[in-house]
């Protein structure tokens, strides 16, 4: 009788310390997706930054033209400016077709998620009493937060993807610069 009397005990405890996992993680993911939409506003002012460097080049090459033609009228070809959107680097890096911005809300993959787990059934039963209800229960939450867990890490893979081309186009952007 002292086992039964041990085992609603052990259960709440069980409870109590998988509740405060899966909080804690429920947490550190959420300080995470935080922390990675802050970097990708960073990296949205850095392009945006890099695309007024561009068009303030285009203008100063418009009128270093402007002024070629009323300067002089014989231009010595080692003064002549090289019209820099004709490089290869350029064209790759500043695709016209190519808008450059990355798309915060995408739709979130879920393999296998009907919106809820099964419904009981986690356990074999034995004695069908309360304590096998509870300890189904239990395990049917614990499986529901490490759902939402896992929908929350595939979020972050797909930002953290999206993050990566676009700092791979920032990378192509200042490497014409150098």
Not at 141 to 158: E, F, P, Y
Request: hydrophobic residues 30%; contains cysteine; negative net charge.
């Amino acid at each position: 009788m002292a086992a039964n009397g041990d085992i609603p005990e052990s259960l709440e405890e069980i409870n109590l310390r998988m509740n405060a996992t899966t909080d804690e993680s429920k947490e550190a993911g959420i300080k995470t997706l935080v922390m990675l939409d802050d970097q990708g506003e960073q990296l949205e002012r850095v392009e945006g930054g890099l695309d007024t460097i561009n068009q303030d080049m285009r203008e100063a090459e418009e009128h270093l033209k402007g002024m070629e033609k009323c300067c002089g009228l014989c231009i010595l070809p080692c003064m002549k400016t090289q019209d820099f959107e004709k490089n290869s680097e350029y064209a790759k890096a500043w695709k016209k077709d190519d808008d450059g911005g990355v798309i915060n809300d995408q739709p979130r993959i879920t393999v296998g998620d009907s919106g809820m787990g099964p419904q009981g059934g986690y356990i074999t039963r034995i004695t069908n009493d309360a304590r096998e209800d509870e300890m189904d229960e239990n395990i049917q939450q614990v499986s529901t937060m490490v759902g939402n867990l896992r929908n929350m890490a595939i979020d972050m893979s797909t930002e953290v993807s999206n993050q990566n081309r676009q700092l791979d186009r920032i990378q192509e952007k200042v490497g014409i610069f150098k």
